[in-house]
């Protein structure tokens, strides 16, 4: 189910997947170039749902607009809330709330973890560096979330690995930044972590 928001920069669209009897809410975001059928975040979908976790799959709104170049991180980070609070009002109102999502979305998530109150986050392929510029790195927007995280990256990965830290975990998967090449390896890296997080185990039915 689809349906759109309008935003501060024009309108997002969030791809709704309730699960029949929640006991939390994954809210993902897409990487620059790329959309919500992604295969780590379709897995991911497929993961959370399993484990009773309804999932958002949130476009921005350039992608919307039918632009591939993102817009600039205070619009993203804006419209992102934007929904998220729409999410937290109406269709997710009263469950705890991981947000996260692939490379892009990811940096989103964790730039906004305050603005959202979500109780986790969920990196899959966190961009750290460009390629090939490991002097132009991004771990301070990770190492700013006081909230457990989970990362999962491919092993060679030319946007970098992240290290593990006291709140993250870090799960090196076979492949590179598309996270195409193990996708049960990163389903059992998401699928571990939902289960065992203390923050979303206290919550477990």
């Known amino acids: 189910m689809a349906t759109e928001i309008n935003t501060p920069h024009g309108p997002a669209r969030v791809h ?3 699960a029949a009897e929640p006991r939390a809410a994954l809210v993902l975001g897409h990487g620059a170039g790329g959309g919500v059928s992604a295969p780590d975040l379709t897995v991911a979908t497929e ?19 039918g632009r591939r170049s993102p817009a600039p991180a205070p619009q ?13 009002e109406n269709e997710l109102a009263g469950l705890p709330l991981i947000t996260g999502g692939r490379s892009l979305g990811a940096r989103v998530a964790c730039r906004t ?12 392929a966190f961009p750290v560096h460009p390629p090939g510029r490991p ?6 927007e990770l ?3 006081e909230v457990p995280v989970l990362v999962v990256q491919g092993e060679s990965d ?17 492949g590179d930044h598309g996270l195409r090449a193990d996708r049960a390896a990163v389903a ?3 699928r571990s972590w939902l289960r065992d997080s203390p923050t979303l185990r206290t919550r477990a039915r």
């Not at 002097?135 to 301070?140: A, Q, V």
Request: charged share 20%; hydrophobic share 50%; aromatic share 4%.
């Open 16 to 18: 709704l997947h309730p």
């Open 47 to 65: 993961v959370a749902l399993a484990e009773d976790i309804s999932v958002a799959l949130v476009e921005q709104p350039y992608r919307v607009a």
């Open 76 to 88: 993203l980070d804006a419209a992102w809330v934007t929904v998220v609070d729409h999410l937290r």
């Open 113 to 124: 973890v305050r603005e959202t109150g979500a109780v986790a986050i969920l990196c899959l």
């Open 135 to 140: 002097d132009k790195t991004r771990l301070s």
């Open 143 to 145: 190492d700013a979330v």
């Open 158 to 174: 030319p946007f970098g690995m992240p290290p593990d830290a006291p709140n993250r975990t870090v799960a090196r998967v076979r």
């Open 188 to 190: 059992a890296a998401v």
